[in-house]
């Protein structure tokens, strides 16, 4: 019997689609000792916050520095909170914690895993400075009701795009809504580096300012001495510059191949009992980080999956206040996000993935939950 395999992801088929671009620039940027700064690290910067609708660019060594340091400069330190989602890559919480504030989490709703204002309201308390917004998955979550009711409140707004490259709620794009926006290059993001990336997007020249600072050991921009505050290293490297600007002008593409891949699978599964596909907002362009559905029996699928031949993710297994690390921070229990914990599955999704293969992933879900699987593939 053969079993053709799914992977997760391929993203050595993205690098080998920018890497003739890439091999003379990086030849040269190592003979001449380009490794740190200069105009590569500029012109990938100005790219980005053009990209996102936004004035200023600052690239930092990853996402999570991205967080960090943009709360610092907005002014987050011990004895504020932030209110950030339940359901989200810890590093989001992370970065209130390491900033000397605690993070309070809000709930989500259950169709799309995005807060929302009543869950955000629910969660402000006196000590609240502002909200970090994930756009989790690629979805942006609802800027008008969110913003308006974080703006109402005096609050920060502040996003973490890290999974949504490119996304646009209405016609603006993510990164362009908060008082500044993060985002992480790591190489499975939407736009991923060859290794460590990250950014801050900002209208605010301050804002941009102190995060270049702290990112470069506080220096005040433009100077070499003279440490006005204790900072950190954290730099885009001009390598990564370069293989940025080069993907960047394959991203457009890139995200309508994923939306194309989640298009098939909404076609092929939307209709299918024991699992249920998340809601897209109609003003949202999802970039499709991830194509998430919700199953009773993930576990189960899970593993008759990884039989066939089919990778498949978890994201993520437990709310982020139900990790042992945010423990401390843990108020009340939060209904959806935990629910959804225990049923979300992430299917195979990239943007050189052929219509075969998605095909392959349908066709082998519905029959799994519809126990029609052939003999000995099954699990009881
Ligand atoms: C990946 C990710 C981050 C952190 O990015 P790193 O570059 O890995 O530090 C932050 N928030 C979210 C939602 C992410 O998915």
Same mark, same amino acid.
């Given at each position: ?15 080998? $689609?920018? !890497? ?25 910067? $100005?790219? !980005? ?71 955000? $309201? ?46 646009? !709620? ?43 600072? =702290? ?28 293989? =940025? ?8 593409? !890139? ?20 699992? $249920? ?5 109609? @003003? ?42 945010? @423990?401390?921070?843990? @108020? ?9 914990? @225990? ?38």
């Amino acid at each position: 019997m053969t079993v053709t395999t799914v992977p997760f992801t391929d993203l050595g088929a993205m690098a080998d $689609e920018v !890497w003739p671009d890439l091999a003379g620039p990086i030849a040269t940027a190592v003979s001449t000792a380009d490794f740190i700064g200069g105009s590569a690290v500029e012109r990938f910067e $100005e790219e !980005w916050a053009r990209y996102c609708g936004v004035a200023h660019g600052v690239g930092v060594a990853n996402g999570t520095d991205a967080l960090h340091l943009t709360l610092r400069a907005l002014g987050v330190g011990p004895g504020d909170e932030v209110v950030v989602p339940a359901s989200t890559f810890v590093a989001t919480a992370e970065a209130v914690v390491l900033a000397g504030a605690s993070p309070r989490f809000a709930d989500v709703d259950p169709r799309t895993l995005l807060m929302t204002p009543d869950s955000v $309201e629910a969660a402000i308390t006196p000590r609240t400075q502002g909200v970090i917004v994930v756009h989790l998955y690629g979805q942006p979550a609802d800027m008008d009701e969110l913003g308006r009711a974080v703006r109402r409140r005096g609050l920060f707004l502040l996003e973490d795009a890290a999974q949504a490259h490119g996304a646009r !709620w209405g016609d603006r794009p993510v990164g362009s809504f908060g008082d500044a926006a993060c985002f992480s290059f790591y190489p499975s993001k939407n736009l991923g580096a060859f290794g460590d990336g990250g950014a801050v997007v900002t209208g605010d020249a301050n804002i941009a300012r102190r995060v270049r600072s =702290l990112g470069d050991h506080g220096r005040p921009v433009g100077a070499h001495h003279g440490h006005l505050v204790v900072g950190t290293t954290s730099r885009l490297d001009s390598l990564q510059a370069r293989v =940025l600007s080069a993907k960047l002008r394959r991203l457009p593409a !890139w995200t309508e191949a994923r939306r194309q891949v989640a298009a098939r699978y909404q076609e092929g599964l939307g209709d299918l009992p024991g699992l $249920e596909l998340l809601d897209v907002h109609p @003003s949202a362009h999802h970039v499709y980080h991830l194509f998430v559905v919700r199953v009773p029996k993930r576990d189960r699928l899970r593993a008759e999956l990884a039989l066939q031949g089919v990778q498949t993710g978890i994201h993520y297994p437990l709310a982020c206040h139900q990790e042992f690390a945010f @423990s401390p921070f843990a @108020s009340d229990r939060l209904p959806d996000a935990e629910a959804a914990a @225990s049923e979300v599955l992430s299917l195979p999704l990239y943007p050189h993935m052929a219509p075969a293969q998605v095909d392959r992933v349908i066709d082998l879900i519905r029959s799994i939950l519809t126990e029609r699987v052939g003999a000995g593939a099954s699990i009881h």
